[in-house]
């Protein structure tokens, strides 16, 4: 079963605009994960955010953790043509012996 | 830096025949794990191992076998494979221990990508 689930299954935006993805998961969590994957290629690890915390920030990456909601949110400003991927959010749910739990993820195509 | 290197890359097989999956990483991690990623699904985890000479089950287990007989390396078995298995294939290790900072953050491999006829 899946743990996190994203919304929207895909996203199409103009270059310079705002991309928002939402994540919902259903246990108590140690911490969630972005990861981003390009077409044909591995995951790659885009931040970590604890279950103590409530907003992170890594360059234009901003995510948010609202565990009374069992919900996040990553948003990614002024989007460019080469944040074209796959966004997906992982949970390393307490009491996993630390797996990771991946969401189906969501298609993002920025448009130049 | 390699990082994760799985291989092969790609492989046709026909039902019922066997294979293995190789994933090699000089990171020196604790932990390795191999996914399965089928469209809509996302990545399911099928074994892990959290040191070298043990495994253990993942979500969807059933039809493949791993060993971790070096640090380095963790392997993925199909005895017998089956068009359910067609798929790709991702393995990825990450660092031990709780509490530490990237503690379980996942370095992943670029994929095998597997059809059973």
């Known amino acids: 079963s899946q743990q996190g689930e994203e919304d929207p299954q895909a996203l199409s935006i103009q270059e310079g605009e705002n991309a928002t993805m939402n994540c919902s998961y259903k246990?108590?969590?140690?911490?969630l994960q972005w990861y981003r994957q390009n077409s044909g290629r591995g995951l790659v690890h885009l931040i970590l955010i604890r279950s103590n915390e409530r907003e992170k920030h890594s360059g234009r990456l901003r995510v948010t953790l609202d565990t009374s909601k069992k919900s996040s949110s990553l948003l990614i400003t002024a989007s460019r043509a080469a944040d074209t991927a796959s966004y997906f959010c992982?949970?390393?749910?307490?009491?996993?012996?630390?797996?990771?739990?991946f969401g189906s993820g969501t298609q993002l195509t920025v448009l130049p | 830096n390699a990082g994760v290197t799985q291989t092969p890359k790609f492989r046709v097989l026909k039902t019922g025949q066997s294979m293995t999956l190789l994933c090699a990483q000089d990171m020196n991690h604790e932990y390795m794990y191999w996914y399965r990623q089928d469209p809509g699904m996302g990545l399911r985890l099928i074994h892990y191992?959290?040191?070298?000479?043990?495994?253990a089950k993942g979500e969807v287990p059933d039809g493949y076998n791993v060993s971790r007989l070096k640090k380095q390396n963790f392997l993925l078995g199909l005895e017998s494979a089956a068009p359910s298995q067609t798929s790709v294939y991702f393995c990825a290790s990450s660092r031990s221990g709780t509490g530490v900072s990237g503690a379980n953050v996942l370095t992943f491999g670029a994929g095998s990508r597997l059809t059973v006829l």
């Open positions: 191992s959290v040191g070298e000479g043990t495994t």
């Open positions: 246990t108590s969590i140690n911490n």
């Open positions: 992982a949970t390393d749910a307490l009491g996993s012996a630390r797996q990771l739990t």
